[in-house]
Nanobody, 124 residues
Framework: QVQLVESGGGLVQAGDSLRLSCTASGRTFSTYAMGWFRQTQGKDRELVAAISASGGVTLYADSMKGRFTISRDYAKDAIYLQMNSLKPEDTALYYC?????????????????WGQGTQVTVSL
């Protein structure tokens, strides 16, 4: 089992950048594929980006390609989401998640482990 804690959210202006962090506890961090999802009120939780257990494969939602970058640091048992050129429509609660499939997937139901989320608000 793994516990996940997100940080780095906040209030920024359109066009700004923000980096989210997710720290995992547990000895098997390197065996999990990791993902970032986001959710706004009344909508389903959607994939933002995901990265394989090896770190060699990444997956992005189409609307985030070129603006967001996911990475992981095995020494710190952490993953990051660098978000550039933020837009008001990026406003959401961002969640970190882990799956045991070792490969990044889009479906939220593939991820049994979740953090509590960190709020990102982008103003005009």
């Amino acid at each position: 089992q793994v516990q996940l804690v997100e940080s780095g959210g906040g209030l920024v202006q359109a066009g700004d950048s923000l980096r989210l962090s997710c720290t995992a506890s547990g000895r098997t961090f390197s065996t999990y594929a990791m993902g970032w999802f986001r959710q706004t009120q009344g909508k389903d939780r959607e994939l933002v980006a995901a990265i394989s257990a090896s770190g060699g494969v990444t997956l992005y939602a189409d609307s985030m390609k070129g603006r967001f970058t996911i990475s992981r640091d095995y020494a710190k048992d952490a993953i990051y989401l660098q978000m550039n050129s933020l837009k008001p429509e990026d406003t959401a609660l961002y969640y970190c998640a882990a799956n045991t499939l070792r490969i990044p997937t889009k479906g939220r139901w593939d991820y049994p482990y979740w953090g509590q989320g960190t709020q990102v608000t982008v103003s005009l």
